[in-house]
């Protein structure tokens, strides 16, 4: 039986919860589960001040039921299990995890998959901004793992991304900004700057309307890439719904930095 985790009454400023995870009370009992530190704000507090807690925390299934978007670090750092949110979440949801699967019914805020490292992260609804991207003043961003977000992503998304995948509905502006590496796929609408700084990856545009590309990006050519049907198979096992186009027009840069970053664009 999962742990199912309810919450109380809405806190008045945000709790950070980031040692509430599946691979942390594994071998704990529900007592000691509620008698964990979290903050309410500055101030530290016990999850059964906020949080009933039932089931067995052994199967390492977290199922989280309700309106949580004033509750951030959500699976931060996790290693292993499964959390299901049934509802909303604030900031931060899985950020640096390497391992395990969180599914999210509803939206989430910013910093979903900050700086990740390995996982599954599946959102039913929309993001805030810097989905899988480095936190200020760090070198890198997203390293592995998979972000899989159906609805609306805002800015920066994939911004110093290294290694890993993220799918998005659509996305705000600055998309792969300063991207190393990695696979980032936008499947509707999208802003502007994209692939700013970028130095290697692929970012994928295929929604019905091309966003307009940096001058520092220069055509190469139309063609079906066979990498773009494993991407396709990677999506569908995970439940994705998005469908990748069969052809694409190819684009280089940013050649500004070397021009070996991918851009592809829906030819179909």
């Given at each position: 039986?999962?742990?199912?985790?309810?919450?109380?009454?809405?806190?008045?400023?945000?709790?950070?919860?980031?040692?509430?995870?599946?691979?942390?009370?594994?071998?704990?009992?529900?007592?000691?589960?509620?008698?964990?530190?979290?903050?309410?704000?500055?101030?530290?507090?016990?999850?059964?001040?906020?949080?009933?807690?039932?089931?067995?925390?052994?199967?390492?299934?977290?199922?989280?039921?309700?309106?949580?978007?004033?509750?951030?670090?959500?699976?931060?750092?996790?290693?292993?299990?499964?959390?299901?949110?049934?509802?909303?979440?604030?900031?931060?949801?899985?950020?640096?995890?390497?391992?395990?699967?969180?599914?999210?019914?509803?939206?989430?805020?910013?910093?979903?998959?900050?700086?990740?490292?390995?996982?599954?992260?599946?959102?039913?609804?929309?993001?805030?901004?810097?989905?899988?991207?480095?936190?200020?003043?760090?070198?890198?961003?997203?390293?592995?793992?998979?972000?899989?977000?159906?609805?609306?992503?805002?800015?920066?998304?994939?911004?110093?991304?290294?290694?890993?995948?993220?799918?998005?509905?659509?996305?705000?502006?600055?998309?792969?900004?300063?991207?190393?590496?990695?696979?980032?796929?936008?499947?509707?609408?999208?802003?502007?700057?994209?692939?700013?700084?970028?130095?290697?990856?692929?970012?994928?545009?295929f929604g019905p309307n091309a966003p307009t590309l940096l001058p520092t990006f220069r055509y190469a050519c139309r063609q079906q890439l066979s990498v773009l049907t494993v991407l396709q198979q990677q999506l569908t096992d995970n439940g994705y719904p998005m469908k990748i186009p069969g052809t694409v027009d190819l684009y280089h840069g940013d050649f500004l930095e070397g021009g070996r970053?991918?851009?592809?664009?829906?030819?179909?």
């Amino acid at each position: 039986m999962a742990i199912e985790i309810e919450l109380l009454h809405s806190p008045e400023v945000p709790l950070e919860v980031e040692n509430l995870r599946p691979d942390l009370f594994e071998a704990k009992s529900l007592m000691e589960i509620q008698k964990e530190l979290i903050f309410h704000g500055k101030q530290q507090c016990q999850v059964g001040d906020f949080f009933r807690v039932s089931g067995n925390p052994a199967d390492q299934v977290h199922r989280w039921k309700g309106d949580f978007s004033k509750v951030h670090w959500i699976g931060a750092k996790m290693e292993a299990g499964e959390i299901w949110i049934e509802g909303q979440c604030g900031r931060h949801l899985g950020s640096e995890m390497s391992g395990g699967q969180i599914t999210v019914s509803g939206d989430c805020s910013d910093w979903v998959g900050a700086e990740m490292q390995g996982g599954l992260i599946r959102v039913g609804g929309n993001a805030g901004h810097l989905v899988g991207s480095a936190y200020r003043g760090s070198p890198i961003g997203m390293i592995g793992g998979s972000i899989l977000i159906e609805g609306k992503a805002g800015n920066e998304v994939g911004h110093t991304m290294r290694r890993g995948l993220i799918a998005v509905g659509s996305a705000g502006d600055l998309a792969g900004f300063n991207m190393l590496a990695g696979t980032l796929l936008i499947f509707g609408d999208a802003g502007i700057r994209h692939g700013a700084g970028m130095r290697r990856g692929t970012i994928g545009f295929f929604g019905p309307n091309a966003p307009t590309l940096l001058p520092t990006f220069r055509y190469a050519c139309r063609q079906q890439l066979s990498v773009l049907t494993v991407l396709q198979q990677q999506l569908t096992d995970n439940g994705y719904p998005m469908k990748i186009p069969g052809t694409v027009d190819l684009y280089h840069g940013d050649f500004l930095e070397g021009g070996r970053g991918e851009i592809l664009i829906s030819a179909t």
